[in-house]
DNA sequence: ATGGCATGAATTCGAAGCAG
DNA sequence: CTGCTTCGAATTCATGCCAT
């Protein structure tokens, strides 16, 4: 068809009746998660690739004072080539046969050989007219007055990476709305959609972009602003650099690329029926033995035409296989039967882990960090395979999750992920839930977690370490699912427990809660000497998330006027403090007197009030354990002052609980009449504050520096 | 350096329940 | 009905991995 695949391979059997059906496709599309596209959107993709090109192909510089050519043509003037003038004609052509394809299901064969010779067209002319990347290169190598593009960058510094935060290239641009990512079970269930019209002899492939960012040009609004600095290692100079492509380590640069890189799936999707998907620069491709070839050239074509450079040979360039991997995870298509496949995590990382763990379980001390490393490792061998929730995964070299053409249970007739095994680096097994089981003696627990079938185990009355919670009840049933990490980390640490014979850990360490029906087991290993001031969160803060809207000062004002009328100065103070103080609601209320220091404390020396913090929501994270807050405001000082000056050092600040706190705020409202207008709660203080300082002119640093983390 | 996706703990929200 | 508590759901914030 169209000349498209090359010809050796019969290409009179790549009909629609070898490949899938439209109504599959969408069916396809549809377990991928993938929104369906819409024809505007594509158009805009296809409208966004010409433009691209457009950019790149340009004689002179877009953005320089020779403004001969425009281009982008954006200012009114339309290309005024025939080239340009064809494209467009094209183009409406193409938007046309959008509109009328879905009346037109009852041929989809038609439409799509229209479509395909549309943009075969399309593309040709495109294609004829300039090579994208080597004009890129060409471009770059011109740019000899201002040093440009990574290309020098790189040569420059090597391999070094640098920030393109520190020259405030980040803080200029952002990036709004969310991209969905097709993961390794997108490609698991095309597989299995894949199994039932073809019984064997599925074979599969990944294609791999050469320096994916780099090969897309910026827009010329964007060059304009692309300058860095960086200071030359060699010579302490600091020297200036224009960005031509897309620069690794910019907020924009991810979601362009992958717009772009979704883009192109989609392209193949549908003109060249190409069953593959998307991950970044990885395309994961799927065939038939007999049309590998010509999928293999399909593909290839595509990406030609386009001017992507992609590994064709060496390493990253595999060839069709019945084993291949792909986002980190090895796909075993190889069954005599056909009905099943394998989806295992590879085998060098399964031997890391193991060996890893091995190591970790013969130390005597597990450090905060390695444990979190540790944790989070277990944590995504697990969840790759399975996809969330995550499951015990089989770390016994070879074995992996079986998916089945109907379901995804386990094979021979065992559970998945159920009896897990771990070998050491001697091989010995030390499967964790074997250790698991001795670990805990003398009481019955059950556990479940998704996969996870109930099982039982006893539990030993010592105090078990690790870090997640598990409820669970005496008699043996759950409480609520666990997850298999917390298993996993309660076996991890059963393992080390046991290896360290109780000695590192204290019974001391450890809580056994009593809630009623239910024990639950708590430890903490976590402490981490991590503090930098996080400006997301102070942006948020001040920006205010739309679930907490902030505060307004003079709703606030109102609010607390009418509260003092009503007596309830405490309270007053509370929600004083908490706004102006920029604190968490439930930190000020679990403060005391004795925490609280009044100007007359200080016998009237200092301008402010402040407020010892003891514990709070990250204090537990390695920060200062202690943390102030800060009242400057004159007035409420001034009711601060009166509210709490008489109290004895040990009496709470607010001597009901938070719910009371709240229906106090609620009949605030409710008095103002503005119960059902706006929907302020007492976390939208915080936010509160921070706007309320952001409008009396104070520098957003400085609201950074005293925004509690 | 950036983005995506997970989990888990702490905290907050909001509805239901209880006593007066 | 009022004032408060309790409990589950939702949100925030930290970590980890993957990909460039």
Redesign the pocket.
Known sequence: MLGIRSADDGYSLVGESQLLEHRERMQISRIVKQSPLSAQQVIQVLAMLLQVDLVTGAESEPNTQNTSENALGQDGDAPEDSFGLLEHILEWIMYGFFLVRDFAVDYPTTVILALQICVLCMLCFTLCRRGRAQQLRQHADDQSAVPTVAVHVKAFFRSK??????SFL?AAF??E?????R?AETIAAALLLFLRRHKSGLLGKTI???????QLPLSSEALAMSFIAVKNPETGEVQFFRLLCLP????????A??RVSLALCHLGQTFWLLPWSA????FTLLSTKALSSSSEKSAAFLLDLLGFDFDRDGD?AQPFSSIF????VEFNLQDKEGRSFEVANTKE?TEELVRDLGELASKEKICP?AW??????L??VA??LA????SVQLLTPGSGLRFREQTQEGVGGQDMGLDAVLLNQEGCVMAWFGVFASAFRGQKVSIDSGYLRKRTWHLQSVKLA????IPFEDRGWPI?N????????AGMMALVWHSDGGRNIAPGDLALED??AAYVL?F?V?R?D?S?V?L??GI??LLG????TPVPEPLLLSMVTLAWMKGYKRWCGCTLLAFYGM?????V??CRRRHLLLREDLFLFCPAVFLRLD?????????PKVQHIRVDDTRAMALIQSAFADLEPDERLYP?????????WD?SLQTLGLQDMV????????GGGAVAAYHRGCPIADIQWRWP?
């Open positions: 990476r640098f920030s393109l935060s520190q980040n952002g990036s709305g969310k991209i969905q990512l993961d791999d972009l050469k320096s994916a960012y780099r690794f380590g910019a907020v924009a640069a991810v979601h690329f992958i991950f970044y620069d990885d990253k991997r792909a986002l980190g990382r960090k979190n490393k540790i944790r989070g490792r944590d995504f969840g790759q996809g969330q929730g995550g690790k870090r997640g919670n609520k666990v997850s298999s990490s917390s298993c996993v980390a809630r009623g708590t903490d976590q981490r991590l930098s996080d997301h969160a948020c803060g998330d739309p679930s907490r604190a968490r609601v439930g930190e209320l679990a514990s709070s929501k990250t204090s537990l994270h390695g920060r009901f609980s938070p719910s009371a706190f709240r229906t106090r009949r929907s302020v709660t007492p976390g939208g203080l915080r983390p």
